[in-house]
């Protein structure tokens, strides 16, 4: 037999509603069943005085502190709050101005057994002792428990997005739940941007990995929606972390647990552009705890692009004579697929000691075939290539893609006795990143039948390698009561390879190697960092936290074909300091933040590789690209009200030596696309987010942010190119669900983008949309849910238009992402909650990170 019972109703000024935290009854009075709701009203007013209520929240088995557990002040007799609060990331709380007297302190948290604790205020500071929370027990088939967390939560430091809660990432990847993160822009390559900023660095379960260190769009295409849990997003990281990009943190949690027995998950699903598999499994007894996920996936679609450009005389600089133009258009279609895996093993000898091992395994491959129609009439001269290799041709191309990775991380930590904020961690990790790349191209004259012999082709291997080990301590330490120093020391070790080559074959020529295009790269980067922030109150209103690392760099790249290798070294400073203001509203914050932040190339960026699938329109990267230095400025308002969720950002950077894309065209009218620190990039924007709930069981959020972007460029300027851009980039995305009766709930996402300002140009205006209808089953063990993405557009049209003073061109490329698919979950085994132990980990933030497109290669 199931009963309802109601939860006390604190949500509107005590905590953030994004919390959702379910108020357990109270000690005693422990639910065996039924339905928990949430609802929202105005607290009465408390009676004033002079008297401070302060003190600790435990979890009871593992003695850490309960981080944002929610604090309500009950009268001596009744169940009105009159008062209450959120406690801090270390447990603590406090309540000022109250009337001496006797009261109730209930404290609650999500998956623990509430609280109930007689105080009593007197006129000035009380501590109450420590309060230990006992986790509570759920057993499948006994309970069912409904209320959930919201889409969108607001802590102190970051926004997260529950991706489990949200219907429409049912099936889907790791780029279609970034879309839906608060701040976060990702186009329909899978491009990721933050607040205006594509540096930025991605992390996955707080650590760096080798799934996402080369091409990030292509990465988030490998990752199924259905393993991640929720969505971090910092943008205003401390100095603890590595170089943290210009625009901050993105953080992609997993779906993982820490719960006693063995249980699991299966899930499927099946869609018109893309599907998979998976399964999850842990166990868990004592001190013992394995997780273990393996995932499979596949995803198809086609590939049409237009090219259009119209080229200008380079060798006297006279803009207004044309010399040719370029009309293209490519049709191909593409598929791929891999799987990744991963175990973890946690062992906890004593109360005080935890030490973890976790080993992370993905491989991915795809493969395109492109037929490219190209026609190249000159206006201006001679033909730019007698042997018709660049004039009007048809082309067969055919491109492959495979890359495998691993990491494998180990954690030692250090609690030092019940309630004790001090701690130490040992950490250290080895991540392996391999990767293939192959193009084979068959050239036919235009009007000949590509049944016959080929008049050109040409294919070309390369093989790139990414190693990284990192060894890292932290440690933390208390100085009083309410102050905390944290400091500790890395070291990182990255070795870079990319073997490269070209062989070419002209009519009935066997193939020969081109030397000039044939190479082996060898790069190699020693980062030695040490960190200290130091975290105090200032008065009763405020909190400042002041930090600074101090990083060396030793760089060293070499080409097989040079006799000098070329080597740099740099010592940096870069301080980070964070001024918060608590606000009369509970929970309600005002903070300013400032901090330097270095950013080094990835081998996205470095690898010297040059792509000629297409003639007219060739990639590389650049090995001789240095670190780029941003100064980041914020100012972040967060408050609730009536359980609503409103934050707002400010922000202003600005970037030197910033690494940018430059096209570059050739005096036989090439385009060649590669990276330079050329620019300074200076960024002015901001960001609203707001999470509401017009009825209890409707919930909206959305996410509003405008930017004005200055870009110049005074080497390009120099050289006649075009050096200079500005304009104001927007964007907005809404998410929406509501829960119907009887285990059924819809969700809507919908977002448009304005177009994005590049250097040289700038790419055009794009939308997107979905809806997710879900259907519990099986006594709430499973669930079936029917998504559909963009169902009445056909496609994406992206076009990318530039122009550098030479050659003025329009790219654009039709991505079909309309689609359906439906998917089924199933969880299994028996749910006894163990309250999870605070973690730590190490994170690589300081690389700049591949943009996509292409298949990684620049």
Do not use: C
Not at 688 to 715: E, H, M, R, T
Request: proline share 5%; charged share 20%.
């Amino acid at each position: 037999m199931k009963h309802t019972y109601l939860p006390l109703v604190l949500t509107s000024l005590l905590a953030a509603p994004a919390l959702a935290q379910t108020t357990p009854a109270p000690a005693g009075q422990r639910p065996t069943g039924g339905t928990v709701t949430a609802t929202s009203t105005a607290l009465p007013a408390a009676p004033q005085g002079t008297g401070r209520l302060e003190g600790t929240v435990l979890d009871a088995t593992t003695k850490k502190p309960v981080e944002y557990a929610t604090v309500a002040l009950l009268p001596a007799n009744g169940e009105v709050p009159l008062d209450g609060t959120v406690a801090d990331d270390r447990g603590r709380y406090q309540l000022k101005n109250l009337a001496p007297g006797s009261y109730r302190l209930q404290i609650s948290f999500i998956g623990y057994t509430a609280q109930l604790v007689p105080v009593t205020v007197t006129s000035g500071a009380t501590t109450v002792p420590a309060v230990s929370l006992a986790s509570s027990t759920q057993k499948l088939g006994e309970v069912t428990v409904t209320g959930e967390r919201p889409v969108v939560e607001s802590k102190p430091d970051r926004l997260v997005y529950n991706a489990a809660q949200d219907a429409t990432n049912r099936g889907g990847t790791a780029a279609d739940v970034l879309r839906k993160a608060p701040m976060l822009s990702v186009d329909p390559d899978g491009n990721l941007q933050l607040n205006g900023s594509a540096n930025v660095r991605v992390l996955i379960n707080g650590k760096p990995s080798a799934v996402v260190s080369g091409d990030l769009a292509q990465a988030l295409k490998q990752l199924p929606a259905d393993q991640i849990k929720n969505v971090e997003v910092i943008t205003s990281p401390s100095a603890k972390y590595d170089g943290e990009g210009s625009g901050g943190i993105v953080n992609i949690v997993l779906k993982e647990n820490n719960l006693q027995g063995i249980n699991g998950n299966v899930g499927l699903a099946v869609g018109t552009r893309n599907s998979n598999g998976n399964l999850g499994l842990n166990a868990r007894k004592g001190k013992l705890g394995l997780s273990a996920a393996l995932n499979g996936w596949g995803f198809y679609a086609p590939g049409d692009q237009e090219v259009d450009r119209t080229d200008r005389n380079v060798l006297n600089k006279q803009k207004d004579l044309t010399t040719g133009y370029l009309r293209q258009r490519n049709d191909g279609f593409g598929g791929g697929g891999g799987g990744n895996g991963r175990i973890g093993l946690d062992y906890e000898p004593a109360p005080n000691h935890a030490l973890s091992l976790a080993f992370n395994g993905s491989l991915f491959r795809n493969r395109f075939d492109v037929d490219i129609d190209n026609r190249y009439d000159v206006a201006l001269g001679e033909p730019a290539d007698s042997t018709g290799q660049l004039g009007n041709y048809q082309r067969e191309t055919m491109q492959k893609f495979r890359t495998q990775s691993y990491d494998l991380t180990g954690t030692y930590t250090r609690t030092f006795g019940q309630g004790s904020r001090r701690e130490w961690t040992v950490l250290a990790q080895h991540s392996r990143n391999r990767n293939y790349r192959f193009y084979d191209v068959d050239q036919f004259p235009l009007e000949a039948s590509t049944d016959g012999m080929p008049v050109f082709q040409e294919f070309s291997p390369n093989t790139a390698r990414n190693l990284e080990t990192t060894i890292q301590t932290d440690y933390v330490l208390p100085i009083k009561e309410k102050q905390t120093l944290e400091f500790g020391g890395k070291l990182i070790k990255r070795t870079v390879e990319s073997d490269y080559r070209v062989s070419r074959a002209d009519g009935d020529a066997p193939f020969a190697e081109v030397s000039a295009l044939t190479n082996t790269y060898d790069y190699n980067q020693d980062v030695q960092a040490g960190y200290a922030t130091y975290a105090t109150p200032l008065g009763k209103l405020y909190n400042v936290r002041l930090g600074a690392r101090v990083e060396r760099t030793d760089l060293q790249g070499n080409f097989q074909n040079q006799d000098k290798p070329f080597s740099l070294d740099f010592t940096n400073v870069l301080p980070n300091v964070a001024l918060t203001r608590n606000l009369k509203q509970p929970g309600s914050t005002v903070r300013l933040s400032y901090s330097r932040r270095i950013q080094r190339p990835s081998i996205f960026y470095l690898n010297p590789y040059r792509n000629v699938t297409d003639p007219r329109n060739i990639s590389q990267g650049n090995p001789e690209l240095k670190a780029e230095f941003t100064d980041n400025y914020e100012v972040n308002w967060n408050t609730f009200v009536k359980g609503s969720v409103l934050n707002v950002t400010a922000y202003s950077r600005q970037t030197n030596n910033a690494i940018e894309r430059i096209y570059k065209t050739d005096k036989q009218g090439r385009v060649v696309s590669t990276y330079g620190n050329v620019a300074r990039n200076q960024t002015y924007g901001l960001n609203l987010f707001g999470s509401f709930k017009p009825l209890p069981k409707w919930d909206i959020s959305g996410n509003v942010s405008a930017y004005y972007v200055y870009l110049f460029s005074q080497s390009l300027t120099d050289l006649g190119q075009r050096g200079k851009n500005s304009g104001v980039v927007y964007s907005a995305n809404i998410n929406s669900g509501y829960k119907f009766d009887k285990g059924l709930s819809l969700q809507f996402f919908g977002m448009l983008n304005s177009p994005r300002i590049q250097l040289q140009g700038k790419s055009s205006a794009w939308q997107m949309y979905s809806i997710g209808l879900r259907k519990e089953v099986l006594k709430g063990k499973g669930d079936f849910t029917l998504n559909a993405d963009n169902p009445f557009t056909r496609y994406v049209k992206l076009a990318n238009d530039f122009d550098n003073g030479f050659s003025d061109s329009r790219n654009t490329t039709f991505i079909y992402n309309r689609g359906v698919r439906a998917a089924f979950s199933y969880r299994f085994g028996k749910l006894e909650n163990k309250p999870q132990r605070p973690k730590r980990s190490i994170r690589n933030d300081d690389q700049k990170a591949g943009e996509g497109g292409g298949q990684g290669q620049p």
